[in-house]
């Protein structure tokens, strides 16, 4: 392990300008965990520098408290997918940054729990939650001026409607919305909505 760590401050005391990076998940896991690779980074044959766990998960293991590569990042956004018995995948899915992630979030939809619709929500990690937490980590470890380059979270107006006050859309999920049932299309919108203003008190 020691000289993985070794590998990688090495390589970022070299580098003095803005490094690519993007996330690696790991399909079927069931804890909540993400890594961060960065291409020009030596990990040995790593496919990630560090991996991201909740706060939780590393108080409760030994191995990861003694793991430098190790970031306990707290889940700083909640996914929303609306689900149809007649779709294979999630009709909708909707980001909504928080500052604090519940534990639990009770929505007063009427849906029937027999019908057809389904709402199923999941807390995570925002990709600049991710990425100041990995410059954290170089700025401290390191003596180099490496800079990550994280996305900024804002869409372009071109690329974005408004389904409400305070709900922007990519275009392109937008236009499938256009492609439902007016009636369909009403209970997504409902949906998203009620989501939304459930999670006013964590924003």
């Given at each position: 392990?020691?000289?993985?760590?070794?590998?990688?401050?090495?390589?970022?005391?070299?580098?003095?300008?803005?490094?690519t990076?993007?996330?690696?998940?790991?399909?079927g896991?069931?804890?909540?965990?993400?890594?961060?690779?960065?291409?020009?980074?030596?990990?040995?044959?790593?496919?990630?520098?560090?991996?991201?766990?909740?706060?939780?998960?590393?108080?409760?293991?030994p191995?990861?408290?003694?793991?430098?590569?190790?970031?306990?990042?707290a889940?700083?956004?909640?996914?929303?997918?609306?689900?149809?018995?007649?779709?294979?995948?999630?009709?909708?899915?909707?980001?909504?940054?928080?500052?604090?992630?519940?534990?639990t979030?009770?929505?007063?939809?009427?849906?029937?729990?027999?019908?057809?619709?389904?709402?199923?929500?999941?807390?995570?990690?925002?990709?600049?939650?991710?990425?100041?937490?990995?410059?954290?980590?170089?700025?401290?470890?390191?003596?180099?001026?490496a800079?990550?380059?994280?996305?900024?979270?804002?869409?372009?107006?071109?690329?974005?409607?408004?389904?409400?006050?305070?709900?922007?859309?990519?275009?392109?999920?937008?236009?499938?919305?256009?492609?439902?049932?007016?009636?369909?299309?009403?209970?997504?919108?409902?949906?998203?909505?009620?989501?939304?203003?459930?999670?006013?008190?964590?924003?």
């Open positions: 392990m020691q000289t993985i760590i070794d590998g990688v401050k090495r390589s970022l005391d070299e580098h003095h300008d803005s490094l990076w993007r996330r690696v998940t790991v399909p896991l069931d804890v909540a965990w993400v890594g961060m690779h960065v291409p020009v980074v030596d990990t040995g044959g790593r496919p990630w520098v560090w991996e991201v766990v909740t706060p939780d998960q590393y108080d409760a293991s191995r990861m408290q003694n793991d430098p590569l190790v970031l306990p990042v889940h700083d956004t909640v996914v929303a997918e609306v689900n149809h018995l007649d779709h294979s995948g999630p009709i909708m899915r909707m980001q909504v940054p928080v500052r604090e992630a519940p534990a979030i009770r929505l007063a939809t009427a849906l029937d729990s027999s019908g057809p619709w389904s709402v199923r929500l999941e807390t995570g990690w925002t990709i600049q939650a991710l990425g100041t937490a990995a410059q954290c980590w170089i700025d401290r470890e390191t003596s180099g001026t800079r990550l380059t994280t996305p900024e979270p804002a869409l372009p107006a071109h690329q974005r409607y408004q389904l409400h006050p305070a709900i922007d859309f990519e275009s392109a999920a937008f236009d499938r919305l256009l492609t439902l049932d007016p009636d369909d299309a009403a209970v997504v919108t409902s949906l998203l909505s009620q989501v939304h203003d459930a999670l006013l008190p964590y924003r």
